[in-house]
């Protein structure tokens, strides 16, 4: 569309013209909702909360709205593909090229991470019987950053900007040779903020659970949703700095005119080897957190201990320490040689052993069970056939001499597709509705949410399932048309129908969220009859919990406690907890950083010094304040 402007004119596609109109209305209506409704104290209590459940809460917020605006994209993404020379609005060649980037971008670092994280932080603690996370005040920090790495991320579309280089960036397409515009800046410095908050997570969780467990609660006791917890944050700490590595040399060969990943003496093959170091573990930070939910969830409704426990453990560890040899099957076409691609696709095989461990331990803790079928156990009992198919196309992926047939085509998309949404979107759906008490005290209704599970997941597999086959068939990814000489379209149409069903899934949980607070009734403690600590507080969980703090002298103490009918064994003699303040200095120092990012992006220098100045002078500010004071000094005078 072409706007008047000052006197000249300004070219902005419909879409974002679009985009701009319905954010302005959603906006005007939500500022409405608010002041009729007197919300501003809970935002601006929610603005400067280190409370763990809290921040989780928005962590889930958060990602449920980017996971909107992903699968919009994705929808965009389907309708285009729907038939042969299709030209549907202005989704063809570069703007198709800015979808699937900001749609995988989105999903991977602004939906599945956040939503991941958003339930460690409700749950974890609980878990492990401790007050909040190690450190509340950087755990609010992690936060901010997140979100200040997405709206930065969000911005460059609503700007006619957003990246177009894949979400994988790849070099040389995302140097500025190919890409001058700032779309791919954008990219670079989003993925650094969020990624610097995922960081300061990853200490954060690593510490609470080896320092804040309830007494008594050995590793060898502790739920496996911690377990994979604590093995994701290791992962998240090795992984991340390589992405970040990268990403900073992406940044000088942009800006600054060095070449790295292109020249005579730089290689585009050098950005695959940081992306992949970082990418493939990526796939176990996101899977991991989800095998542990489901061996929680599926251990509750089954009514038994988890199977193999010892097992599982080991090979959660295994699968982590596996996933950072397995980075170059990515590359199998690049040219590394034979020897090379054989280590790797070896290696590549082996993480199915641990995986299939794993896979029978699920099927024989529900054997000889008492099984439930509740929403969160569908979604589990849906992961499972859903993850195998994944593991079985990954296994074909591995072997090199086949990659050269699959590389890039259809194909692979269905297979991580069967592989991420399988393990980690089901898994995060599972966990919602599994922990829906502990963040608003409420069950959401088991009905509407088994309506949701099964368009789902009937959807999803007319979606992908067909994928295999146009793959197979050779047709590539990336590209936004294809022929009717191809053969494809009846698939393709499939296709687009399931993500059609898939997307209506997600109507069931809007209005199943609407009619649980407008309808639902508050629930007690305990309302799946579960095996671990986070039952034994209120729903929805209060800041300072566990008051006695919990003895625990076995796994699963609190199903044990109530089969003996007994009550838990408890201590008022523990260590010093973390206390949740209320300050807004997370936020400013997002903010600033957000500055910065953005004067570095569009050489505002000015701008860019501002903003750093501000951030240091915040940290600054930081070091020689504490929050605490007033509480340890009302501490202080309760025991006097």
Known sequence: MTIPFFGGTLFVPSDVVAAWGLTIILGILMAIYVWRKQKLPLIWS???????RKIGTLYVLFGVLFFLRAGIDALLIRLQLAKPHSEFW????????????????????FVAMPLLIGLMNIAV????????????????VSFWLFLAGAILFNMSFFFNSAPNAGWTGYAPLSTDTFTPDVGNDYYVFSLQISGLGTIFTAINMIVTIIRHRAPGMKLTRMPLFPWSALITSFLILVAFPVLSIGLYLLMFDRMFGTGFFSGEVGSPVFWQHLFWIFGHPEVYILALPAFGIFSDIISTFSKKRIFGYPAMVLSLALIGFLGFMVWAHHMFTVGLGPMANTFFAITTML???PTGIKVFNWLFTMRGGVIRITAPMLFSLGFIPTF??????GVMLSVAAANFQYHDTHFVVAHFHYTIIGSTILGIFAGLYYWYPKITGKVLDETLGKWHFWLFLIGFHMTFLPMHITGLQGMPRRVYTYSYGDSLFTLNLISTIGAFIMGSSMLFVAWNVYKT????????????????????????????????????KEMDPYWYAKV???TLASTTNVRPAPIAVETIKPLLIAVSMSIMSLGMIYSWY??????????????????ETDERKKDYWEEAKSDE
């Open 517 to 552: 607070h407008k309808y639902g009734k508050k629930v007690g403690n305990d309302p799946w009859n579960g095996r671990t600590l986070e039952w034994t507080v209120e729903s929805p969980s209060q800041e300072n919990t566990f008051h006695p703090m919990p003895v625990v």
């Open 90 to 109: 202005v989704f063809q060649q570069d703007k198709y090229n800015e979808l699937f980037t900001t749609h995988g971008t989105m999903m991977i670092f």
């Open 46 to 52: 929610y603005m400067r909360t280190t409370n763990h």
């Open 388 to 393: 195998v198919m994944g593991g079985v196309t």
């Open 125 to 140: 603690p609980l878990q492990i019987g401790a007050r909040d996370l190690a450190f509340p005040f950087l755990n609010s």
């Open 351 to 353: 993480i199915a052993v």
């Open 606 to 623: 000015w701008m860019a010094i501002l903003g750093g100045i501000s951030t240091f002078a915040l940290f600054i500010i930081r070091s």
């Open 564 to 566: 003996e009918g007994r």
